[in-house]
């Protein structure tokens, strides 16, 4: 299939300078309607000036996606059927429970939002369906208020709901699940597309059993053409997390057994947008921590309450639903929410495993509110240990204490520079840098391994072509071991017997791998050595 490319103004032929913008995008529409169908993407030339260029810009910097191209393509636009013939064959909506799907979202954009709106109306089975609920957030986008205030009118089925003040996602949908009339609450976030028959599988799981919480496949919307990129199921995810408390994808382990391919998969998390869960069984586990503020958190949250009071996680195959994954955040978020929000979960259900998380964020004092009302729930629920968690639910996770040492690697002649990993990933492989440092963890907290690896996160200290390099750790990559000597203090690169050393490149510092030799650009500490 030959993508529709939107070359730029002038192809799409002579349209009037003077229409207003939304008169240009149906103008446009009409022309080639309908873009992006069947989940194809639009492109756009770069070389598109003038006011136009300003437009596309500025739905950019508000969305964190391209809401230029999402507006061109209609808000019902038809999708492929990703269906595998098997799951086709298995699912039929019959003696299936009713739902209320909760959209909570905070200015979001007209068209992503009623795109995820339609693509629930016209793709769930009307029976199974018995409300959509919207919960703004309090937005305060012109397009949120009276426009659709008047355009959810024309469907019955759907209600908005106003929050009186900002609540943050976690409260807003707590909002949601008191509403909530039908006996399974779906959740989605408001710039989804749900594909065909994603319904029937996940409340399947609810009816085999009320404690199974169920995720669809999140497929993959480009932020930029919005094309709906559909995983492959032989080649799913899990979720996971890190010890910043942060929800990570993982493949499925090597040794998961299963009948077929496209079987529900038990899952340690959830990524905590898109999921099932029975209305009573929400309310049992008591819905969210309602201390938690705008955003993260939630997901695991929620995860490790359900594994650990009694119910279980699943990602379901044959349910596909799309999602814009944003490289940013449209809205502005401090990140101490996000900080405060972790130490409340890490207090009320990690146990002894919170120190880790405390000591990957400089072991910072963060003043996290009253927790009593959790732990006492956590209590009367007679909920598991979080060892439990760990040996049952999600035994590949590693432990930290059998690291050597871990926390800052600074240079002892440069007390105040530490090595830095702070390319986020997934583009964290790259090169290692040098930085002032903080004290707070995050980028600057490393782990040396028992076999000898500088560990951030998933992705190691590595020496690839000549450069120190940060990459994907591998069990026996021998690039990636090295010695760390109390003694001398060096860091010797085993495979090269080499030694890091820091360079000043004019006002850059850069790392290079050199003979080992008694210099203070040579030395590091390495903090909370513990053998
Ligand atoms: C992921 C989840 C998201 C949530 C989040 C952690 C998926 C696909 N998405 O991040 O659901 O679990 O991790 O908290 O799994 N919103 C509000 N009020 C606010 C801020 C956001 O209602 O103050 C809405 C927002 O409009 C959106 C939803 O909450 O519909 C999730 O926010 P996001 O899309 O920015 O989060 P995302 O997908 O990066
Ligand atoms: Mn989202």
Redesign the pocket.
């Known amino acids: 299939m030959e993508p529709f490319k939107l070359m730029g103004w002038e192809s799409v032929g002579p349209i009037s300078t003077h229409l207003t913008y939304r008169d240009r995008i149906t103008a446009i529409k009409n022309r080639e309607f309908p873009l992006g169908k069947f989940g194809k993407p639009v492109f756009m030339a770069n070389s598109i000036k003038g006011t136009l260029r300003l437009i596309i810009k500025k739905g950019w910097k508000e969305n964190a996606f391209n809401q230029f191209v999402s507006d061109l393509i209609p808000i019902d636009r038809p999708l492929l059927d990703f269906r595998d013939k098997w799951c086709l064959e298995r699912y039929s909506s019959k003696l299936l429970p009713e739902v209320s799907v909760v ?6 954009a007209w068209s992503t939002l009623l795109r995820t709106l339609h693509s629930v109306l016209n793709r769930s089975p009307p029976h199974l369906l018995r409300e959509v609920l919207l ?1 703004d ?1 309090f937005s305060d986008m012109d397009h949120l208020k009276v426009r659709l205030e008047n355009y959810t009118r024309n469907f019955p089925k759907v209600n908005l709901i106003r929050t009186s003040q ?5 409260r ?1 949908r707590i909002v949601g699940a008191k509403k909530a009339s039908a006996p399974v609450i779906v959740f989605l ?3 989804c597309e749900c594909t065909n028959g994603w319904l029937e599988p996940l409340l399947e799981r609810l009816v085999e059993n009320p404690k199974i919480v169920a995720s669809p496949v ?1 497929d993959h919307i480009d932020p930029n053409t919005f094309e709906y990129i559909s995983q492959n199921p032989k080649d799913i995810y899990i979720g996971g997390f890190n010890w910043n408390l942060k ?1 990570i994808w993982r493949s499925i382990p090597t040794d998961y057994k299963r009948e077929h391919f496209l079987l529900p998969i038990k899952t340690p998390t959830i ?4 999921f099932a869960i029975d209305k009573e069984f929400f309310y049992c586990i008591g819905y969210y921590d309602e201390g938690f503020d ?6 695991l949250e929620l995860s490790f309450k359900v594994w650990m009071c009694g119910g279980s996680l699943e990602i379901v195959p044959c349910s596909h639903v799309g ?1 814009i ?2 490289a940013n ?1 449209p ?1 502005y978020t401090s990140g101490e929410s996000f900080k405060r929000n972790a130490a409340r979960l890490a207090e009320v259900w990690l146990d002894d495993y919170a120190k880790y998380f405390y000591e990957r964020i400089g072991n910072a004092e963060v003043s996290f509110g009253d927790v009593t009302a959790q732990k006492e729930l956590r209590k009367k629920l007679k909920c598991k240990s979080f060892n439990w968690y760990l040996r049952n639910i999600y035994p590949e996770k590693k432990i930290p204490k059998s690291n050597v040492a871990s926390g800052q690697i600074y240079n002892i002649g440069n007390i105040a520079v530490c090595l830095d990993a702070s390319v986020a990933p997934p583009q964290v492989t790259g090169l290692i840098h040098v930085m002032p440092c903080h004290g707070q963890g995050g980028a600057q907290f490393w782990e040396y391994t028992k076999d000898g690896k500088i560990q951030h996160e998933d992705y190691c200290l590595d020496y690839l072509f000549g450069l120190i390099t940060l990459f994907s750790c591998r069990d026996r990559a021998v690039t990636q071991v090295w010695l760390y000597e109390t003694k001398t203090k060096f860091i010797q690169h085993i495979q090269t017997q080499q030694c890091i050393k820091i360079f000043k490149d004019q006002n850059e510092l850069t790392l290079k791998l050199v003979e080992c030799m008694n210099d203070t650009t040579q030395v590091w500490s390495m903090e909370n050595y513990n053998i």
Not at 103 to 108: H, M
Not at 166 to 170: Q, S
Not at 271 to 274: D, H, I, R, V, Y
Not at 294 to 299: I, K, P, R, S
């Open positions: 959209i909570c979202f905070f200015n979001e919960i957030d900002r609540e943050g996602l976690i807003a976030d408001s710039h999140i929800f990524a905590g947008g898109l705008v955003w993260g958190g939630e997901n999602h994954f944003r955040f809205y």
